[in-house]
């Protein structure tokens, strides 16, 4: 299987985007996906076969458990392949880090101050 044909459905993105902080347990990742998705344990299961299968997930039992964790070699293949757009999106992103910095400067030089994250007024001290 092709990784966008395995990352292309949401609930195998869901499962990465969970084992991405870290080593997670079959049950835990039911029961969280079986919540948000509303799919069953045996669909759970399926998705993580073709996460294991596919290379994007390793497992180990501890005990009766059977723990999931990232294999991280499908998703640089994918990063790599995604050099090849990169392009597209980094020219934007440096315009647009040359277009915050400018209206930073104006507002400097008009005296306000920067604002907070949160979009409140803040002080450039």
């Known amino acids: 299987m092709h990784a966008f044909d395995v990352l292309g459905d949401p609930v195998r993105r869901r499962i990465l985007e969970l084992l991405a902080d870290g080593e ?22 399926q998705h993580l076969r073709v996460l294991r299968e596919s290379g994007f997930a390793t497992v180990r039992a ?9 294999d991280p070699a499908p998703l640089r293949e994918v990063d790599i392949w995604l050099e090849h757009f990169r392009r597209f999106w980094t ?6 880090g040359t277009e915050v910095a400018r209206g930073r400067r104006a507002r400097r ?4 101050a920067d604002p907070l994250p949160d979009g409140t007024p803040g002080s450039d001290g």
């Open 109 to 112: 030089t008009a005296g306000e």
């Open 24 to 45: 997670r347990s079959a049950g835990e990742i039911g029961t969280i996906v079986q919540g948000e998705f509303g799919i069953s344990q045996p669909g759970v299961s």
């Open 62 to 70: 501890a005990g009766t458990r059977r723990l999931y964790a990232v």
């Open 91 to 96: 020219q934007r992103l440096d315009a647009l």
